[in-house]
Antibody, heavy 116, light 109 residues
């Protein structure tokens, strides 16, 4: 069974930092591009960032560029999102997802709330 | 960053046919954007229905199909069922970055 399990969400003050983690199992993690996708309460899906299998190529949405960093540890089958300078508009459920053609895997998400 | 546009809402009668579209601010949507379509029901994680424009997943009901229609990607539902009421999102690739559309809320009524 394929599993993606996110962790690290919580309440953080504006301007603060948080690191999200996503651990994969049941599939060959290091053969997939992996992405972070977020969804604010009651709002649309927003793609946040993606990283290539070996970590040499990565992309960000303009809304997070310069504030968020995606990285991965294939030995641990894990994907990470380091978030800094957090703003109210970053409040969302953050999903880890493969978005890799036939292999559509999503985690259950972790909630990040940015509030004073 | 590109903007991907979808109809905010559509309504279809049970058994009817409806087409959802997905456009790009950069111009014509092509197979090179590898259009995806996702379905999301309230309180659930999104689930992909279509990838690479037309390719279905094993779990995709036969009544859903993907295509290119004019300058957009399209998702057609033929023979709508009450359980198809959901939000639908397209996702386009832009040679690296990906962008979701704003979503279409489909009502079956």
């Amino acid at each position: 069974e394929v599993l993606l399990v996110e962790s690290g969400g919580g309440l953080v003050q504006p301007g603060g930092s948080l690191r999200l983690s996503c651990e994969g199992s049941g599939f060959i993690f290091n053969t997939y591009w992996m992405s972070w996708v977020r969804q604010a309460p009651g709002k649309r899906l927003e793609w946040v960032a993606a990283m290539k299998q070996g970590g040499t190529e990565y992309y960000y949405a303009d809304s997070v560029k310069g504030r968020f960093t995606i990285f991965r540890d294939n030995a641990k089958a894990s994907l990470y999102l380091q978030m800094s300078d957090l703003r109210g508009e970053d409040t969302s459920i953050y999903y880890c997802a493969s978005l890799s053609g036939i292999h559509d895997y999503w985690g259950q998400g972790t909630l990040v709330t940015v509030s004073a | 960053q590109a903007v991907v546009t979808q109809e905010p809402s559509l309504t279809v009668s049970p058994g009817g046919t409806v087409t959802l579209t997905c456009g790009s601010s950069t111009g014509t949507v092509t197979s090179g954007h590898y259009p995806y379509w996702f379905q999301q029901k309230p309180g659930q994680v999104p689930r992909a229905l279509i990838y690479d424009t037309i390719t279905k997943y094993p779990w995709t009901p036969a009544r859903f199909s993907g295509s290119l229609l004019g300058d957009k990607a399209a998702l057609t539902l033929s023979g709508a069922q009450p359980e198809d009421e959901a939000d639908y999102y397209c996702l386009l690739y832009y040679s690296g970055p990906r962008v979701f559309g704003g979503g279409t809320r489909l009502t079956v009524l």
